[in-house]
Nanobody, 120 residues
Framework: QVQLVESGGGLVQAGGSLRLSCAAS????????IGWYRQAPGKQRERVAG???????NYADSVKGRFTISRDNGKNTVYLQMDSLKPEDTAVYYC??????????????WGQGTQVTVSS
């Protein structure tokens, strides 16, 4: 069973930066697709960025050009570098791992989340 632990959240002023980390246990990390999601109070959880096992990345329009997702398979860790932060980026950020299986249905795991608060 994969476990995910997020870290790096905190309070930052608008225009500032934070780097979130998502550390995974287990030996199958390199084949997983990892996504970062966020959920603000009263809003639905939304996907912010994702990175495939091959390193392909994708981003929500709201964060393109400001956020960068990367992975270090040697450390079983995915990072989300967040620059030019805005108050509307305030949310709990979660990482999500999808491990492919022979059945065709991936096994999905969520982390516990880390709070990001951007003050104006």
């Amino acid at each position: 069973q994969v476990q995910l632990v997020e870290s790096g959240g905190g309070l930052v002023q608008a225009g500032g930066s934070l780097r979130l980390s998502c550390a995974a246990s287990g030996s199958t990390f390199s084949i997983m697709t990892i996504g970062w999601y966020r959920q603000a109070p009263g809003k639905q959880r939304e996907r912010v960025a994702g990175i495939s096992s091959g390193g392909s990345t994708n981003y929500a329009d709201s964060v393109k050009g400001r956020f960068t997702i990367s992975r270090d398979n040697g450390k079983n860790t995915v990072y989300l570098q967040m620059d030019s932060l805005k108050p509307e980026d305030t949310a709990v950020y979660y990482c999500n791992a999808e491990r492919p299986t022979s059945s065709g249905f991936p096994v999905v795991t969520w982390g516990q989340g880390t709070q990001v608060t951007v003050s104006s």
